[in-house]
């Protein structure tokens, strides 16, 4: 009997180390397929290092030797950055980043100052390349940055990621939000006609990925309907001309690339994938689209009322807000209320003037009024990314000399004088624990809450892009140019066609030298981004504004400087600033012609009209509360001026 059990227990153990054997064979199937992508990449990295050390002096015919060897390295690069991009976002861009300096953190920004990035690798090493009396130095100095920030992939804490299934579906889940917004527009590739050629390596090298990863984790792999509606990508943009300016964007993503992500959220769910990482801060797992309002998160729009779920609450709050938003109350002297500027009939902004009056009714603002409209999709809030959350935003405005003047002990005082703000507050006030009695922060929570449900509206487009509804070839020919000729989809990403970029942690802050007025005298002399941060990147750099809605939100520019998409479009289609003869040192817009036809600018204005929401206004209320302080009856709904 002993025998018989030490032969068992031999022949479980046998078992075990085969069984242990194999199931480790299994998952580095995975594993090597990015280990080996890396040694190849590695070594072609060497290799241009050589080629280059090699050369006493760079003249024409090598530099076009080291441009092959470099392209050449970008498409082994394609199929190790469906990794690269999610497990070490800021090494990757070291290797192939497209921007010489970054300074925009965003979401961290919340947390921490801003930091000066500088770019290498070999998309700034083609550039480069492009220039006059190349230095050999600097030149092997932005490639050896991308050799020693490859290194980081070769760490233990990586290969721990690649054991892990959750982290293949993010990377995936990131991957395909890139192909919708990044990899198809030109953004990290300098050279035009490299883009679908490049597109179509990386789309059969993830596929490997694809099957290396269902090979190693059968028990959470990738379902045959995703694998099926892959290689139907594959084909159709195989099928597709290798001109970047005659690609299909709009077909590619609605029929393709949409329709995996919806898979691959769907098998984030299924798997009870969850993240730890900040690349995922603002996704929404149950964002069943990439043109969803869902898909991620900008800001809190409750504020204080954070952790309010109650609806009859939530409806409170709504109402309050809104009686607050028309109330001219919250200024110095009564007159002035959050809708004399941002006017809810004209999608929460003002179409009448350049810039709005200031609190002395005499001189004008220095910028135009933005829309309250999708405000909650950015990270930092105002042209120049002053404030980090809406309600600092508001309190700002409200405080203001310039705007409304106000002191915010004695806004709560006159608020609280009234019986049925004090009412509506104090009962309001048990959902926020924490607080014993009404704040200021009360006041603002609730504005920011009730002006932010009208960004929950969609667009003909987002119908169109989800197979709801069908739009004509002229918007689709004026969706293609947007991603492609015209350029604009390399500051402007979907969803919310604003700044803010897949992961949708990070914004784009541009200078395009917009002009003082529409003679071009001089530039605006605004400094934007450089009175928050100073920096010589940062000067005349301003926040990417979404372009929903652009059809009804004239003026346009910070400064409202152009009234028609006509005059907006002309200015990018002629090079902006520099473009139009202004002196621009660090303009991030090309300054050289796109030269579109009129057929196609009207076709670009018709794209951006579909991006209209249809967003469902309410009428101002009949009447504001009335307060204990006789003198603070005579104010008007919405404010004198």
């Known amino acids: 009997m002993k025998k018989r059990l030490v032969s068992l227990s031999l022949s479980l153990l046998v078992f075990s180390i085969i069984f242990s054997f194999t199931k480790t064979n299994e998952h580095q199937t995975y594993v090597l397929n990015f280990k080996n992508k890396l040694a190849l990449f590695e070594q072609n990295e060497h290799e241009l290092i050589d080629l280059i050390n090699q050369q006493n002096q760079l003249t024409n015919s090598n530099i076009k030797i080291i441009k092959d060897k470099i392209l050449l390295i970008r498409k082994n690069f394609k199929g190790l950055d469906f990794w690269f991009r999610y497990l070490a976002p800021l090494a990757q861009k070291k290797i192939n ?28 090493a083609l550039q480069y390349l492009e220039e006059e009396n190349i230095d050999k130095t600097h030149l092997l100095d932005l490639l050896n940055q991308s050799i020693e920030a490859t290194q980081i992939y070769k760490q233990d804490s990586i290969t721990k990621e690649l054991n892990s299934f959750p982290t293949f579906y993010l990377s995936n889940r990131l991957y395909l939000l890139n192909l919708a917004c990044i990899y198809t527009t030109g953004f990290d590739c300098p050279d035009k006609s490299s883009i679908i050629p490049e597109l179509k390596i ?61 898979i691959n959220q769907e098998h984030i769910i299924k798997n009870k994938v969850y993240s730890k990482s900040l690349m995922d ?104 990314g002053k404030h980090i959350d809406l309600q600092l935003q508001t309190k700002g405005v ?27 507050l104090q009962k309001l006030l048990k959902y926020t624990p924490t607080e014993k009695t009404v704040k200021f922060d009360h006041i603002i929570s609730a504005i920011t809450y009730y002006y932010s449900q009208f960004s929950n509206y969609d667009a003909p487009f987002d119908a169109a892009m989800n197979k709801q509804t069908d739009i004509g070839e002229k918007v689709k020919n004026g969706y293609n140019l947007f991603m492609g000729k015209a350029a604009c989809a390399t500051c402007h990403f979907a969803p919310q066609f604003n700044g803010v970029k ?17 003679a071009y005298t001089s530039i605006s002399n605004d400094l934007g981004r450089y009175l928050i941060n100073p920096a010589k990147e940062t000067k005349n750099a301003f926040r990417t504004g979404t372009i929903r809605n652009a059809a009804f939100t004239k003026p346009y520019m910070h400064n409202g400087v152009f ?67 006789k003198y603070l009856n005579k104010r008007k709904i919405g404010g004198s001026y």
């Open 97 to 124: 980043g497209p921007l010489p300096v970054e300074w925009e953190t965003e979401v961290f920004e919340k947390y921490e100052k801003p930091y000066k990035r500088e770019g290498a690798g070999f998309t700034l």
């Open 502 to 518: 897949p992961p949708y942690i990070g914004s784009e802050f541009e200078v395009i030298g917009v002009p003082e007025n529409n």
């Open 202 to 262: 990386m789309l059969a090298d993830v596929n490997e990925i694809y099957t290396s990863f269902n090979q190693s984790f059968p028990n959470n792999s990738l379902s045959n309907l995703y694998l099926n509606t892959y290689n139907d990508c594959i084909q159709f943009v195989n099928n597709q001309p290798n001109n970047f300016e005659q690609f299909d964007h709009f077909t590619f993503i609605r029929d393709h690339i949409n329709p995996l992500f919806k």
């Open 563 to 629: 009234s028609t998409l006509e005059q907006v479009i002309d200015f990018y289609n002629t090079g902006g600033g520099n473009g139009n003869g202004l002196h621009v040192n660090n303009q991030t817009l090309p300054s050289d012609s796109l030269l579109l036809t009129e057929n196609e600018k009207e076709n670009l204005i018709l794209f951006i009209n579909s991006l209209t929401e249809k967003v469902i206004f309410e009428p101002a209320p009949k009447k504001l509360p009335k307060s204990n302080l």
């Open 398 to 424: 409200i405080t203001s000399n310039l705007e409304m003047n106000a002191n915010q002990d004695s806004v709560l005082s006159k608020i609280l004088s009234c019986k049925e703000y004090d009412e509506t």
């Open 281 to 384: 801060y603002s996704l929404n797992k149950n964002a069943n689209s990439i043109f969803s309002k869902q898909l991620y998160n900008g800001q809190n729009t409750k504020g204080i009322y954070l952790r309010v779920i109650d609806e009859n609450a939530l409806t409170e709050i709504n109402k309050l807000g809104k009686l607050l938003f028309y109330d001219p109350i919250l200024s110095g002297n009564n007159e002035r209320s959050c809708a004399s500027c941002h006017k809810p009939t004209q999608f929460f902004t003002d179409t009448t003037i350049s810039t709005a009056i200031q609190f002395n009714n005499q001189n004008a603002l220095e910028r135009n009024t933005p829309t309250l409209i999708n405000a909650p999709y950015n990270h930092l809030i105002m042209a120049d």
